[in-house]
């Protein structure tokens, strides 16, 4: 294999590469022997035509294609080495043709690793929140645990504020009922508007054993088309009423819901708690500003396979994280209206951050000189086999040290920015209407080694529990 000739304009390079007539021969031969036995020629059994035979009933080119496919990633290869070349993507074949010595060309199209030159990227002006805790804040988390030690009791007495009513109902719409208007047993707080509005409103003043019609009409904007802004009934009976009571907010409470021991000394704690909590998404998304202000100042022409790679990679681990919550990324799509295609378009914009992030912080880690001992390493493999219940040994062999290495790295040039920015006063906030909800951003698109280590382990238990059931 030769190179004949490289292009390269800006991100991107021409190729021209030059196979000798005698591998290339080797390479139609090698196609000829794994497709002649689905070829079948009149005076042959199928699978036995020589092949001049087939070439002379379908052309002299019948394998040239299966051949280049076949000789390709093994000569590109051989020439990114010789050309010392950091591709991205994935590359095109132009053109094929042949010379006056019958040796095949191909000219390649490839998107290379763009140059980065750093600009300003220590010593930066970023806006940081102040954190705050108000006391409101306090106050409501104080009710969201009396309401978790709320006692709850079957009375005998209508339905009133603030009760559970347990009830059967029906809905109809033109006296027709409606798929999706039925529950059986249905646990219903009143005045927690878990129904459509006047719903529960409705059962007020209904004891248990009594059945009610309950007239309402379904919101203009109702999800479901059919329904939105038509009258309804829903036949509904009573089976139980329960009565939610709270715990006295006294001392006697406090110390069963904490370690504290007066009303003080909790909302003290949760002040601590709720402002450390703060502190920390403070402190994260000051970092992410400012690597994203670091990024900005970098010159770099980045192809765009490298935005498309990585709208890709935010979409699967997006769907890796439906997945851990038991739904599929397909089901997913079609809830927000739209195709598998149309979530990887609303990944472009995160893409296009993540991937200059990702340029500037390689760039940083290859001009500091950021690095990892082999201890260091050791000790991560350690807390990933501690974490997931794994031998070191096996996972190491799931996950490899270059993924060990990128999260830590990438985290070590984000801290070095963010440790010698400048915190300044954040502008106050500008209302703006409501948009329309996105997938939210993940703030590591690569599958981490933890994330590997993790799926280890569940196919580990998987597997387990296979060999129990036989």
């Known amino acids: 294999m030769n190179v004949k000739s490289v292009e390269k304009e800006k991100s991107a390079a021409k190729l021209v590469l030059e196979v000798e007539k005698a591998r290339f021969d080797a390479a139609v031969d090698t196609a000829y022997r794994k497709n002649r036995k689905d070829i079948y020629i009149p005076g042959f059994r199928k699978g036995k035509a020589p092949r001049k035979v087939i070439e002379g009933m379908y052309g002299a080119t019948v394998f040239y294609e299966d051949a280049i496919n076949e000789l390709f990633p093994e000569v590109y290869s051989e020439a990114l080495q010789a050309e010392q070349l950091k591709v991205v993507g994935n590359p095109s074949i132009v053109d094929v043709d042949f010379n006056e010595e019958g040796n095949l060309e191909l000219t390649v199209s490839q998107d290379l690793y763009p140059e980065v030159v750093l600009g300003e990227y220590k010593g930066l002006e970023v806006p940081k929140a102040e ?144 402002t450390d909590r703060k502190q920390a998404e403070v402190d994260e998304a000051f970092e992410v500003a400012c690597v994203e202000k670091a990024a900005a100042n970098m010159t770099c022409e980045i192809p765009d396979s490298m935005y498309q790679d990585m709208a890709d990679r935010l979409l699967e681990q997006y769907g890796y994280q439906l997945q851990m919550g038991g739904m599929k990324l397909e089901d997913y799509a079609k809830m927000m209206g739209t195709d598998l295609n149309g979530l990887r378009q609303m990944m472009l914009p995160n893409a296009q951050v993540r991937v200059r992030n990702d340029l500037c ?38 996950v490899a040290v270059d993924d060990i290495k990128v999260d830590k790295l990438y985290s070590r040039a984000a801290k070095l920015i963010a440790e010698s920015a400048v915190a300044v006063a954040m502008e106050p906030e500008k209302k703006e209407e409501p948009v329309e909800e996105k997938p939210k951003k993940t703030r590591k698109p690569r599958k981490t080694a933890a994330q590997k280590a993790a799926e280890a382990a569940e196919a580990a238990e998987a597997t387990e529990t296979a060999e129990v059931q036989e």
């Open 131 to 274: 954190v705050s805790v108000s006391e409101a804040e306090i106050d409501a988390e104080i009710e969201r645990l009396q309401q978790r030690n709320a006692s709850v009791t079957t009375v005998e007495r209508p339905v009133q504020e603030g009760d559970t009513a347990v009830i059967d109902f029906e809905g109809f719409v033109d006296g027709v009922a409606f798929e999706g208007g039925k529950g059986e047993s249905f646990s219903l707080k009143i005045g927690s508007g878990t129904f459509i509005p006047g719903f529960e409103a409705e059962l007020i003043g209904v004891s248990a054993g009594e059945e009610k019609d309950v007239n309402v009409t379904f919101p203009e904007d109702y999800t479901a088309s059919e329904l939105a802004g038509k009258p309804a009934v829903f036949k509904c009976k009573v089976h139980e009423v329960k009565e939610t009571k709270l715990p006295e907010l006294d001392d006697e409470f406090v110390k069963d819901v904490s370690e504290c021991d007066t009303m003080a000394e909790l909302r003290e704690d949760i002040r601590k708690r709720f």
């Open 361 to 398: 912080l390689a760039k940083i880690i290859e001009v500091e000189g950021i690095d990892m001992t082999d201890e260091e390493i050791e000790a991560e493999y350690a807390t990933l086999a501690e974490n997931y219940q794994m031998e070191v040994e096996k996972v190491k062999e799931v």
